[in-house]
């Protein structure tokens, strides 16, 4: 940890005006920022100054401020989310840098995340790839069975919890050399896959999930595991192992 | 006043709800088709709605801020959700539930919701399950229970403490079935910015394109407002940045009655403030309370040590602790409701006993819990006369398999250990019992325009049970809305696609436009927040845990003079046709700016203490809260009148025949 002393910054920040634009690293400096600040609040600081000099303040994603909405989405120094593990950038403080530090701030980068405008990105492929099969078919009834007529053994129950934390912020994609959305989508097929609720629907589930990611232009997972090193809630590798079983079997049985 | 009629069906309370279900009109399945319903807001509310209203068959459009509908702010709650479902043999049923939840509302909600709302509680649950949301189960494999503040029983359901992200990723799980099928068109990164009305009824909205600046169209037969609550009225709060008013506010100038303004929820257990940088609050959940116990020191000369840093809370002897709560309300100790241990904390920081820099901080002390949960683990492990330091050590492992995260979250703000020391919590903005009046269908006083969630304001009174509005916002969006809206919507079955080329559309558009040229044009010289964090400070320091007349004449008058300065005086760079935060920021500040003054005179109007709602004039003799059956037992329902002071009060008056008024002791 850093000194309580405040610290001078200078920021190399990504501005790019829309999806059309080129972009380019714009130099800023911000002085007297607490390292009790969160690394949002500094930024706020930031754009505080820019509009009292009329500038247009630097776009960047974020809402929850407390790590759980997945809106937040900053390459900083290189890494996502910046230095720190299992932390969203909204959870990143200024204590974690020093005065003086030069630090680098970039959007997520992938083909199938195209930049909107400055850090902000378009994850909507995301979306896409859940909406292809990344829920349990049941409609809306006060009749489904009760609660408790399906016991879960724990183990189960809890890891598909620990897979089900995945907050869909990117990180894990644009943190790999590949671009692949194989971690984001394993998690959610293994929360199913070890539900008796997701059994149904599995085989279906896992191949047009996976299709969809393909037409999404997400790339191929290589092993590489960057993107649970990055993950912000520790999703784990071991969910792409247990998706590349489902897949396997699922395409077998065709 | 004619407007103001609930429509409570008749009859017992217990067949209410089942008798008005066989009564309303349905609409065909083959009918549904033709028509449209628009949902603003994605949370659990909006989401649940969404899903439910495309699974019946009706065509939905459904609009988000954010740029996925999974990251609507029920993302953050934390705690659980309640239901009756009697699991754990202690009792419970749907009349305990609705009895708590109303004598915790301090007797300011309508029975007839509520109890509607104990009645579909456990089919949330059911529901729930069925989509594959992970619960936490105990070793048999069954759904597990903790205890939530102001009730005796163990009814909250929880997956750790993100039971909010789960319950929302069900509902989005839901509506991505929907949105696949074409039958849920998904507008995300839309804020909604005006209602249409045509012939007296809600035909549609007018929304901005937040990438591309677009102001669009688009039309229904029925319009849903989901959009949350208010609490960034106060600037900090545990809300959202983007959370808003917005919405609910647009509505109200267009004929909705907005009820209760004046119900905030100060939440206890939040991580103090630390200085001025500060943007947002975060939430500690109150499940927390199960087993962490609140103390500050007995003596002053231990706080003055405590403060600058001479003495560690630990180091503080047992007996030179005041656990004030337990003191002063030995039945419920650390669980009472929320407002009570809010108002407790601001006591003692009043007196001076805070216990960091800036004397706004209590502990919340875990000690206890270790040893007596390390000790029982230590019995079922078989260990004999184990160590002081490891039975510390296993009853630490045990608080981090129920509270992990909250704990993590707790050290990566504070940068302390709350393993090793006591956490410091203090009071903070989180939820608004008041919204837009509704009646017992979940209307508002525009036909064809509903309110759900925490948008609305029917089921908590003046004060929410902890694991309540997870509870309410399903309730409303899977189990309520879905069937209510079909008695209006049976009407429409002949009325055809709403064309968006109408006078009104024109109008509303051109209002909508007219405003962001104002706001873009002033080109003043102060920022958005600088306006809100100035709001933000005069609802805090007098709307806020404790009121007084003077306080709120004052907060009126200085409120109105702060919003006549942001017309004049703010200043927005960039464009309106192109992604803008600062004139996002600014339309929503502009409305809090109008809310904060009816805020404070619905609070000004109320000369009782209830709930989440402290005057000054109205306390007992130690200080408690005194509430005021007999002038002040009514919903207060406000009319917009132009100015917000101008607002004209309807009064729709509470009848409680199930329950008996009480004064609440949690003594």
Redesign the interface.
């Known amino acids: ?1 850093s000194s309580n002393k405040d610290m001078d910054l200078l920021l190399k920040i990504w501005r790019q ?2 999806a059309n634009s080129k972009g380019e690293l714009v130099d800023y400096n911000v002085t007297g ?2 390292p ?3 690394f ?3 930024l ?2 930031l754009n ?1 100054q ?3 000099k ?4 630097v ?1 960047f ?11 937040c989405s900053l390459f900083i120094n290189g890494e996502a989310h910046g230095p720190g593990d ?2 969203t950038t909204c ?1 990143l ?1 200024m ?1 974690s840098f020093n005065d003086g530090d030069t630090i680098y701030i970039e959007p997520f980068r992938a083909t199938a995340m195209p930049v ?2 400055d850090l ?1 990105v ?3 492929s ?2 896409k790839i ?3 099969g ?9 009749n ?5 007529a ?5 183990a189960d ?2 890891a ?2 620990d897979a ?2 995945c ?2 912020c990117g990180a894990c994609i644009a943190t790999c050399k590949n671009a692949s959305a194989m971690l984001f989508l394993s998690a959610k097929v293994s ?2 896959a070890l ?1 008796p ?2 059994k149904v629907e599995a085989a279906d589930r896992v191949k047009n999930m996976v299709r969809v990611m393909d037409e999404e232009g997400f790339g191929n997972c290589t092993n590489t595991g960057a993107c649970e090193v990055e993950c912000p809630k520790g999703i784990s590798l071991d969910n792409i192992a247990r998706m590349n079983r489902e897949y396997l079997s699922a395409s077998l049985a065709d | 006043m004619s407007k103001l009629d609930s429509k409570i069906p008749a009859g017992p309370i217990k067949d209410k709800w089942t008798n008005h279900k066989n009564n309303i009109n349905l609409v065909n399945p083959a009918n549904k088709r033709l028509i449209d319903v628009i949902v603003v807001g994605t949370g659990l509310a909006g989401g ?1 709605a969404s ?2 209203l495309a ?1 019946m068959g009706y065509n939905v459009k459904a609009f988000a801020y ?3 509908p ?2 609507a ?1 029920s ?2 709650a934390q705690g659980g959700i309640n239901a009756a ?1 009697n ?1 754990q043999n202690d009792g419970d049923s749907t009349y305990r539930l609705f009895y708590d939840t109303v004598k915790g509302g301090d007797y300011r909600a309508r029975e007839a919701n509520v109890y509607r709302l104990a009645e ?1 509680s456990a ?1 949330i ?8 949301v ?10 597990d229970n903790r205890s939530f503040g102001g009730v005796l029983v163990s009814r909250t359901f929880y ?2 403490g ?1 039971t909010g ?2 319950l929302l ?1 069900g509902a ?3 509506m ?2 929907q ?2 099928k074409g039958k849920i068109a ?1 507008h ?1 990164r839309h804020e909604m910015l005006d209602v249409v009305i045509v012939d007296g009824k809600a035909r549609g909205i007018i929304a901005r394109d937040l ?1 591309t600046g677009k102001i669009e169209r688009h039309s229904a037969h029925a319009v849903v407002i989901a959009t949350g609550g208010y609490g960034n009225v106060f600037f900090l709060s ?1 809300n ?3 959370s808003n008013v917005t919405a609910a506010w647009k509505i109200h100038k267009k004929g909705a009655y907005f009820a209760n303004p004046c119900y905030t929820q100060i939440h206890p257990t939040c991580i103090p403030r ?2 001025d ?4 609050l ?2 500690m959940s109150e499940s927390l309370r199960n087993d962490g116990r609140i103390w500050v020191p007995k003596h002053k000369k231990d706080v003055d040590a405590i403060r600058n840093g001479t003495l560690k809370p630990t180091q503080l002897a047992e007996a030179d602790r005041d656990y004030y709560l337990e003191r002063r309300y030995p039945a419920f100790g650390n669980l009472v409701p929320r407002d009570v241990a809010s108002r407790a904390a601001k006591e003692r920081c009043d007196a001076g006993f805070g216990v960091n820099a800036t004397g706004e901080a209590v502990y919340l002390d875990f000690a206890a819990a270790f040893v007596r949960y390390g000790k029982e683990k230590a019995h079922v492990s078989g260990l004999h006369n184990p160590s002081e330091e490891k039975i510390l050590e296993l009853g630490r492992e045990v608080i981090k398999s129920k509270y992990g995260n909250l704990f ?2 707790y050290e ?2 504070v ?1 302390e250990n709350p393993y090793m020391t006591p956490m410091m919590i203090y009071p903070a903005v989180h939820y608004t019992m008041g919204g837009i009046w509704v009646d017992y269908n979940l209307q508002t006083t525009i036909p064809g325009c509903y309110a759900a969630g925490e948008a609305n304001f029917s089921d908590h009174g003046a004060n929410r049970l902890g694991a309540s509005a997870l509870m309410q916002g399903l309730a409303d969006g ?2 309520v809305l ?1 069937y209510t809206i079909g008695d209006y919507l049976a009407n429409e079955i002949r009325t055809g696609t709403i064309p968006t080329d109408s006078p009104e559309f024109d109008a509303a558009e051109k209002n909508v436009t007219d405003t962001i040229n104002k706001m873009m044009n002033i080109k003043g010289t102060k ?1 958005v ?1 600088h306006f809100h964090k100035r709001l933000g400070k005069i609802m805090w320091d007098n709307v806020g845990m404790a009121r007084n007349v003077e306080g709120l004449k004052e907060a009126m008058a200085e409120i109105k003079s702060i919003r006549e300065e942001f017309w004049k005086d703010v ?1 927005i ?2 464009t309106a046709n ?2 803008n ?2 004139l996002e920021k600014a339309g929503r500040v502009a409305d809090f700016l109008e809310l904060g003054e009816l805020f404070a005179k619905d609070a000004l109007d109320r000369n009782e203490s209830c709930g989440g709602h402290f005057r000054e004039e109205s306390q007992t003799e130690e200080g408690e809260a005194l509430r005021n059956d007999k002038d002040y037992a009514y919903v207060s329902a406000w009319e917009y009148k132009g100015e917000p002071a101008d607002a004209v009060l309807h009064k729709e008056e509470l009848e409680f025949n199930d329950i008996e008024l009480k004064q609440r002791s949690y003594k």
Do not use: W
């Open positions: 940890m005006a829309d920022i607490s009790d600040s969160s949002l609040e500094m706020d600081v505080e820019l509009v009292e009329g500038q247009e303040p776009v994603d974020h809402d929850c401020r407390e790590g759980i909405c997945g809106m299992q932390i959870q403080h204590r909107i405008k902000v378009d994850r909507s995301m979306d859940q909406q292809a990344g829920y349990v078919s049941v409609n809306t009834s006060g489904t069975q009760d609660a408790n399906l016991p879960i053994p724990k129950a809890d598909a919890f089900a934390t907050i869909g929360q199913f539900l609720q997701g | 649940a899903a439910s699974e954010q740029d996925s999974r990251r702010h993302i953050a479902k699991y579909v089919s649950i059911d529901q729930c399950v069925a989509q594959g992970p619960f936490a189960r105990d070793y048999g494999g069954l759904l997956a750790k993100q992200q789960q990723l989005y799980s839901a991505n079935r949105i696949a998904m995300n990438i545990t959202a940045m983007g630390s200085g940088h500060q943007s947002k975060t939430l993590q979250m990566k703000i940068d899977y189990f879905p920022s927040d200043k760079p960039g192109s992604m935060a600062e």
